[in-house]
């Protein structure tokens, strides 16, 4: 398992990270979330050795991460990392690349490996193809692939679907994640994507400030938001007599203390959004219709 202990870092003395306290477990998903900014990528590169931590020490295992000072070589065969940005050999196929740290020892084993690897990420029909011929998005999951040829252990991806687009990413986010928990590999991805976090993590870990505000599954954090920031990430809410409502727990009744007066709707897909003056302050709730501008309609808390 992954266990960091007290860990501490700044780039010329600007702490970015204070006091990091966390462990996965084998297999296990955690996602880290924050607002940009917040140490996201600064945490995976420690994690991964690349940089030196100022206090405290990372295990993965028995095995120590040592950045730079004390490792010649950056990053262990058991974990690897897909960065923000990615660096990819532009003039070799797409093929060639996912494979290029397999062993050459057994080419039918290759071979199928890079087979699978390339269904994964939905890259079939571009198998040999130049990589300096796809798209960001593509180059992206070429990465990915890359980083799984060798059955890491731990994989740290740093907002993995950054480049892909709508069409692409929900299936690849639940081909990959699948992958992952079906071959117990533990992943650590960093994300400002909901979608990527509720249905797949088993932990969130929120950054604000340089620390952990909040390390827990994301339905207990999604149920008991302690904080505005954290409410944030999971849809519009309102704070209502000091309490965070989301907007869709605030419901339209006949009676209630409640009045709000309309501004405007939102199309929303399955419902519209709904922004509200309630006693000076504007609020937001779901309901299935358009409502007209200046309605006055009551409103209840309903959890
Ligand atoms: P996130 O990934 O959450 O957006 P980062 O880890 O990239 O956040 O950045 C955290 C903080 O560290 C930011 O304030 C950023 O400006 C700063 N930072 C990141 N990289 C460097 C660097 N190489 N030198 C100095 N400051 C940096
Ligand atoms: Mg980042």
Redesign the pocket.
């Known amino acids: 398992m992954l266990q960091v202990k007290n860990m501490s870092f700044g780039?010329?003395k600007k702490p970015?990270l204070k006091h990091i306290d966390f462990q996965i477990d084998i297999g296990e998903h955690l996602s880290v979330i924050?607002e940009?900014?917040?140490?996201?990528?600064?945490l995976l590169k420690l994690l991964y050795g690349e940089m030196d931590v100022t206090e405290g020490s990372i295990f993965w295992k028995d095995t120590q991460i040592l950045g730079p000072k004390h490792n010649l070589i950056v990053g262990y065969d058991f974990m690897k990392y897909v960065a923000q940005e990615f660096d990819l050999m532009p003039f070799i196929t797409v093929a060639e690349s996912i494979g290029k740290h397999l062993s050459n020892f057994y080419p039918e084993k290759k071979r199928k490996r890079i087979k699978g690897l390339l269904e994964v990420v939905e890259l079939t029909e571009f198998s040999n193809i130049k990589v300096k011929s796809l798209s960001g998005g593509q180059k992206q999951r070429v990465a990915l692939a890359r980083a799984l040829a060798n059955r890491p252990e731990i994989l740290l991806l740093d907002e993995p679907f950054g480049h892909i687009d709508n069409f692409k990413r929900r299936s690849l986010r639940h081909k990959l994640f699948h992958y992952l928990k079906a071959n117990n590999i533990a992943s650590i991805v960093?994300s400002h994507d909901q979608e990527d976090v509720l249905p797949y993590a088993d932990r969130m870990l929120v950054l604000h400030k340089a620390e952990i505000v909040a390390n827990n599954t994301p339905e207990h954090l999604y149920k008991h938001p302690k904080t505005p920031l954290i409410a944030s990430f999971f849809g519009e809410f309102n704070v209502i007599d000091g309490e965070i409502i989301y907007a869709h727990q605030l419901k339209i009744v006949d009676r209630s203390n409640l009045k709000a007066t309309i501004k405007k709707s939102y199309f929303k897909g399955a419902s519209y959004l709904i922004e509200a003056d309630l006693n000076g302050e504007n609020v937001f709730f779901r309901y299935s219709e358009t409502i007209t501008t200046n309605t006055i309609v009551c409103l209840s808390i309903v959890k």
């Open positions: 780039y010329y970015i924050g940009s900014g917040s140490g996201k990528s600064t960093a």
